[in-house]
């Protein structure tokens, strides 16, 4: 397994217990994907803001090893987003075309609908190890990820939850901010604090700048929050050259050979951190060797 520097998710309860914030540096996360995928900055932002709200949902399993996988397929040149995470906030995730290029919005903003699509669906699976896993699919509503989001939470879990994301790409193609805000009024909450909701999340319409030159620390503040349950989050591939000759044994003696032997080697690819593993043809009869 494959561990990177970290973001930080930040939680804690808001009027009289009644609304649950939480707010994430995601910037951290999103270099890395953007070093491992060698996204464009439209690919960076559609995949971060998507990393981002996958590390939410995470936040709510109960079990490390419980998971949760993301799988937005809204028609648009970008291709499917695919992400997934743990109870232990680590994440993965691709987009399937890394190098799509598109013009900016007539706001100069990057054009993440038109790189996701607007007409499909995002479908969440969540998995506590019990056996039967919950899935919940929602229209896309914009392509621009926080409104769909917000549309899965209130179709597919009757949660009402206003969500900001942001990813802020430099000129040089790194990321200098990325993040989000979720508040989200429990079952009990008033209408009063389920309209509070609705209407700060509008103050955040810019939060990968506000994360890139306050910190989440500071807009925590903005809530008159001080102190709040604090977890690093990160980019962890759960790939290695142990599950890659699994799955390479998996083809068959016979048929992984003749690959090999038509090749001379075998590569494994995993999608979620672009990580090839080779085998040499006689790592492979090794393999296979080993598996007897």
């Given amino acids: 397994m494959q561990k990177e520097s970290s973001g930080t998710l930040y939680k804690t309860l808001i009027r009289e217990d009644e609304i649950s914030l939480c707010v994430i540096d995601s910037t951290a996360v999103v270099n890395e994907a953007i070093a491992r995928h060698h996204l464009t900055p439209v690919a960076a932002a559609a995949l971060g803001r998507t990393l981002t709200a996958t590390a939410y949902l995470c936040s709510w399993l109960k079990e490390e090893e419980s998971t949760i996988s993301v799988v937005i397929d809204g028609g648009g040149p970008g291709g499917k987003l695919r992400t997934a995470g743990d109870g232990a906030l680590r994440l993965r995730g691709s987009v399937e075309e890394p190098h799509v290029m598109l013009p900016p919005r007539p706001d100069g903003k990057l054009d993440v609908g038109g790189c996701v699509g607007r007409t499909g669906t995002i479908t969440v699976v969540r998995d506590d190890g019990e056996g039967i896993p919950f899935v919940g699919t929602s229209a896309l509503v914009s392509g621009e990820i926080a409104e769909d989001f917000s549309a899965y939470f209130l179709t597919s879990e009757q949660r009402p939850t206003a969500i900001a994301l942001g990813v802020l790409i430099a000129h040089d193609g790194h990321c200098a901010g990325a993040g989000g805000v979720f508040l989200q009024p429990l079952p009990f909450a008033r209408e009063s604090s389920i309209a509070y909701a609705e209407r700060e999340i509008a103050r955040f319409g810019s ?86």
């Fill in 207 to 292: 939060i990968s700048s506000m994360i890139s030159k306050q910190g989440a620390a500071e807009i925590l503040r903005m809530f008159g929050v001080e102190e709040a349950e604090r977890r690093p989050v990160v980019f962890s591939c759960r790939c290695s050259r142990e599950r890659a000759e699994r799955a390479l044994l998996s083809l068959g003696r016979a048929d992984a050979m003749a690959l090999a032997d038509e090749q001379g080697q075998i590569v494994v690819h995993c999608p979620d951190c672009n990580t090839d593993y080779t085998f040499s043809r006689r790592d492979v009869a090794c393999a296979f060797e080993r598996s007897r």
